[in-house]
């Protein structure tokens, strides 16, 4: 793909998952709010980048969409957390309790998870490359499934007491997804493996 839709794709996928997670994620419709659960998940996240890497003609351009588009995703996310009432704090100094912005928290967040972008991003984003154009494809190929996995497990054991029903149901139907692909996955390598090794 050409650099330039793949920017403008980084651009417009990072803005949609970082205001599409928690927009759908604070609606009153259970699908919505099940969709809105699997998009501010981190393993979204990772694939968002991945993906983009995948559609990436070299390493360089993996990293850099890989990287762009985690922190337009994590820029938007807290922006509309923000928008959504977030990062108020009361004003303990004054005896009416009122109400204020906390810029420093907002800022602080929001810095935090671009350094983390700024780190994951361009592995992320040549992990999608490799798995589509390296040598050795099967361990990138299984890493967002792994990532997701095992992130659906710990929200399943730690969270789902008090989660809603429809974050349940997302995370839920996220694992079993996990779990089918990195059979699926391991099975065609498997399959392809033999199928090259078998005489003609």
């Given at each position: 793909m050409r650099t330039l839709p793949l920017v403008s794709l980084?651009?417009?996928?990072?803005?949609?998952?970082?205001?599409g997670g928690p927009l759908l994620d604070a609606s009153a419709s259970p699908s919505a709010s099940a969709l809105g659960a699997v998009l501010v998940a981190g393993w979204c996240?990772?694939?968002?980048?991945?993906?983009?890497?995948m559609a990436s003609t070299s390493r360089l351009k993996a990293a850099t969409v890989g990287t762009a588009t985690l922190l337009?995703?994590?820029?938007?996310?807290?922006?509309?957390?923000?928008?959504?009432?977030?990062?108020?704090?009361?004003?303990?100094?004054e005896t009416s309790g009122r109400e204020f912005f906390?810029?420093?928290?907002?800022?602080?967040?929001?810095?935090?998870?671009?350094?983390?972008?700024?780190i994951l991003g361009p592995l992320l984003g040549v992990a999608g490359w490799m798995a589509r154009q390296g040598t050795i494809r099967l361990p990138f190929q299984l890493l967002v499934p792994v990532i997701a996995l095992a992130e659906t497990m710990m929200r399943l054991q730690v969270e789902a007491?008090?989660?809603?029903?429809?974050?349940?149901?997302?995370?839920?139907?996220?694992?079993?997804t996990s779990i089918a692909l990195i059979v699926l996955l391991i099975g065609v390598a498997a399959w392809k493996k033999h199928n090259r090794r078998s005489p003609a």
């Open positions: 980084a651009i417009v996928t990072g803005a949609a998952v970082g205001i996240y990772a694939a968002i980048s991945f993906c983009l890497g337009i995703a994590v820029v938007s996310y807290y922006s509309l957390k923000a928008a959504q009432g977030d990062f108020r704090t009361v004003d303990l100094s906390s810029w420093g928290e907002f800022a602080s967040m929001t810095l935090y998870w671009c350094v983390v972008g700024l007491s008090r989660a809603s029903s429809p974050a349940v149901w997302a995370w839920e139907s996220v694992r079993a």
